[in-house]
């Protein structure tokens, strides 16, 4: 049975369920909204009612010093302090007995004079006692609260809060509820995938293979497989069962012209040589007896490295878009260091662990066993986590989130060593998929979800979670096969010679790649994305939730963009222009702060920005082995993309230093522009080296 058919099958299965979440999660985001909206006045009413209450206390006061309730002298300058600490009030107004305005501060409502003197709302002067609710006049929400002195109502005083600041907060639960969803949908993919997905594919594979063999003729019996508890374990089995008798049957058939061929000639039935014939014909055609069972893909024990990837990969990626601003809110106990460059040292430091150490660790890996090394990264994480949490000081946070970085590398080349090993040289594209897979899912997850958690429980709770997130895949990872035989045709994993780096360093074709398109990628990458953005949206007004929803953007756009842009890359000329078109299109994405610095500038920033990265993603790496063909058969793959990956990540640690340095001297928005032009001048140098010299042309040492 064609395996595309039986991934359709699967497909099929995936999509039913996925619309049945996805109907459920949109009739809970529309009756949760409903539910907000509906709290959410009353909620106001009590908000602007505690104001009014102090306002109108003070009026009191004021009248029982014999102060005329008309001639009331500071109630706007008081006006002006409340509208300074609560910048939703858009109106203050004081009315006497009939409604007639005696004092106001900043613009009324269209309709407001009429509304002061309805019956309705001077009603409220009799019943001091009931509870003020809003009522939208005009574009304000105003609240009315009575004056009543000791010996008789003196007036009324209404306070508005725009109506702009209310659909801002219903505008962002309801993109709080679509990030819920979207986010929901790809766990529930990656739940999907992990409780079903493999053994449903296992058994849909087992039973199309019984079926194949029914129609090509093959009643060999093979090695049993407990099938009975599968999915389609029943028909599996009983098709088995039709093809186990069938063989059965033809094995008693010959057992019995053996056993008369054996007789006296003149005992032998007359219709045996006939029946011997007919025999022959059938062992031809058709294929009986015994044959063992082929040894089975490790495509089952792939599947299972994928959740607990994906839930360590999520713990780091909670944090993306929060961490700059948590490091601006601890101290800095180095004399000299400005905060820029403090916010920036965390990734930057991060990334350059995550360098230097995957090399080393690649090795580590494979001495002690790719499971057991993925146990001891995630614990030493969870600690780096737990113990950020508490950090004190920028200096010490430095030190939690350094081993935060080496528990990450640890568990991502063991989780990449654990892949190749399971996979056989035929499959590895197919089977390495799964673990880019669960990194892409966590990338779109993580920012997102993390912005809203910090925004409501804190950064600092939210490295909590981080560390329970990384705590879960150890749980996940115990699962995990121990060892696997090794494959003697595989070379050892070892980091690059400092002879390999320098002799990669001093050649055009190897650096045309990597300084000019692998390098500035990545700047682009953690200068924007992870340093810029989260301290430049809140430095506008907006909160951490709305940075993560802008991150999140990013992560869709990849995971959208790489797939097809990785088709694109059929030829060295396609993968050339992709690169330097990526890195031309992320900077102009960068460049679009130029025209606004509004937060949907930065998203279309953002977007452009993903999509020039997914355009020159996939293409680079193809690039290094086209450029450096001779390099990789005279040094080894594992040495050259070793160094590569080196500068890479190198280029990783340098995006945020450059970002706060370009910060601390001109500013966010020219910092965004400065690196936008770093990318575009990137891209065309690329694109004009690689249009010009000849592959073998090498840099003079």
């Avoid at 004190?392 to 989780?415: E, H, K």
Wanted: with cysteine; charged share 15%; glycine share 8%.
């Amino acid at each position: 049975m064609n395996r595309s058919y039986l991934r359709g099958i699967y497909l099929r299965l995936a999509g039913v369920v996925m619309l049945v979440v996805v109907c459920a999660l949109g009739a809970s985001a529309f009756i949760s909204h409903r539910v907000f909206e509906q709290a959410l006045a009353p909620e106001m009413s009590k908000k602007v009612a505690t104001i009014g209450a102090s306002v109108r206390s003070l009026v009191l006061n004021a009248v029982s010093h014999r102060i005329d309730f008309r001639e009331l002298y500071g109630i706007e300058q008081k006006f002006d302090e409340i509208k300074s600490a609560v910048p939703e009030i858009a109106y203050f107004a004081v009315t006497d007995a009939q409604g007639v305005v005696l004092h106001q501060r900043f613009s009324a409502p269209s309709g407001a004079a009429a509304y002061f003197r309805k019956p309705s709302v001077l009603a409220a002067l009799s019943k001091p006692e009931s509870a003020p609710s809003s009522v939208r006049i005009g574009d304000q929400y105003i609240v009315s609260l009575p004056i009543i002195s000791a010996h008789e109502p003196l007036g009324m005083l209404h306070i508005g809060v725009d109506v702009r600041f209310v659909d801002s907060i219903v505008l962002g639960m309801t993109y709080d509820m679509l990030v819920v969803l979207v986010v929901a949908l790809f766990f529930t993919l990656e739940l999907l995938h992990f409780m079903a997905g493999e053994r449903l594919e296992s058994s849909l594979k087992s039973l199309g293979n019984t079926i194949d063999r029914g129609i090509a003729g093959d009643f060999s019996k093979r090695a049993q497989r407990a099938t009975a508890t599968s999915d389609f374990g029943a028909v599996t089995g009983m098709l088995e069962s039709v093809l186990a008798r069938t063989n059965a049957a033809f094995e008693a058939l010959t057992r019995d012209v053996e056993a008369a061929r054996r007789y006296p000639a003149h005992e032998r039935p007359p219709a045996l040589a006939a029946a011997n014939t007919g025999l022959q014909q059938l062992s031809q055609r058709y294929r009986f007896g015994h044959e063992p069972e082929a040894a089975r893909s490790g495509n089952s024990q792939i599947g299972k490295v994928r959740a607990p990837l994906f839930l360590f990969i999520l713990a780091e990626e909670l944090t993306r878009s929060f961490l700059p601003t948590y490091v601006k809110t601890l101290p800095i106990p180095i004399p000299g260091l400005s905060p820029e460059i403090a916010m920036g040292l965390p990734i930057s430091l991060f990334m350059l662990i995550v360098a230097l150490a995957q090399p080393h660790l690649g090795a580590f890996s494979e001495r002690v066993g790719h499971r057991r090394a993925m146990l001891v990264g995630a614990g030493i994480a969870a600690l780096g986590f737990l113990a950020t949490a508490f950090a004190s000081t920028v200096l010490d946070l430095l030190i939690w989130r350094s081993l935060c970085a080496l528990g990450y590398a640890m568990v991502f080349v063991a989780g990449q060593g654990y892949v190749l090993e399971q996979a056989s040289a035929s499959k590895r594209a197919r089977n390495f998929a799964v673990f880019v897979g669960a990194i892409m899912v966590a990338t779109v997850c993580g920012p997102s979800i993390g912005g809203i958690l910090a925004d409501n429980i804190g950064e600092r709770m939210t490295f909590g979670v981080s560390a329970l997130l990384a705590l879960g895949s150890i749980v996940a990872m115990r699962h995990l096969p121990d060892r696997q035989p090794s494959d003697p045709d595989r070379a050892a994993t070892r980091a690059p010679r400092l002879r390999e780096i320098g002799a990669l360093l001093l050649n055009a074709r190897f650096m045309a790649v990597t300084g000019l398109a692998a390098m500035p990628a990545k700047i682009v990458l953690t200068g924007i994305c992870f340093y810029l953005v989260p301290l430049y949206v809140l430095s506008i007004g907006d909160s951490q939730a709305i940075t993560g929803r802008l991150l999140m953007s990013y992560a869709v756009v990849m995971v959208l963009m790489t797939p097809l842009s990785a088709a694109l890359a059929s030829s060295r000329e396609r993968m050339e222009w992709l690169v330097g078109g990526g890195l031309v299109v992320s900077g102009l994405g960068a460049s679009l702060l130029l025209a606004n610095g509004g937060t949907l500038w930065v998203f279309a920033s953002i977007v452009l920005i993903g999509l020039g990265q997914s355009l020159s993603i996939s293409a680079q790496s193809a690039l290094v082995a086209e450029h450096c063909s001779r390099e990789v058969a005279g040094m080894g793959e594992s040495a050259v993309y070793g160094v590569y990956r080196l500068l890479e990540r190198i280029g990783n640690a340098l995006g945020p230093v450059l970002a706060g340095f370009l910060l601390l001297s001109f500013g966010y928005r020219v910092s965004f522009v400065a690196i936008g032009a770093l990318a575009i001048l990137s891209g065309i140098a690329f694109l004009v080296s690689t249009s010009r010299a000849p592959v073998t042309t090498a840099l003079a040492a």
